[in-house]
């Protein structure tokens, strides 16, 4: 079933060390981006790049990869028109 809106969920577990799963749906087919950046507002992990078909994604953040430090950082999808950021918790 495909979905009929656009969402971007918690990250979980949250907090987190080192790994954290982020899960998003997409109800039409484009391009989207998924990033996430500190407290700062400078951009630290690119996640997500490319050309999506509609449906269900996760993907795993591994705070290892690159090296994050402990703290909060913010997480932010694009999809067309659609933006929306939420926030997580490195606790290491």
Do not use: C, H
């Amino acid at each position: 079933m495909q979905p009929s809106t656009f969402e971007l969920f918690q990250n979980y577990p949250n907090p987190f060390n080192p790994n954290s799963v982020i899960s998003w749906q997409l109800p039409v087919s484009g391009y989207v981006s998924l990033k996430v950046y500190d407290i700062l507002g400078n951009e630290v992990a690119t996640l997500v790049n490319d050309e999506l078909e509609a449906g269900y994604y996760n993907i795993t953040l591994n705070a290892n990869q690159p090296q994050l430090a402990s703290g909060v950082y913010v997480y932010q999808l694009r999809a067309g028109s659609f933006v929306q950021t939420k926030k997580m918790i490195l606790l290491q």
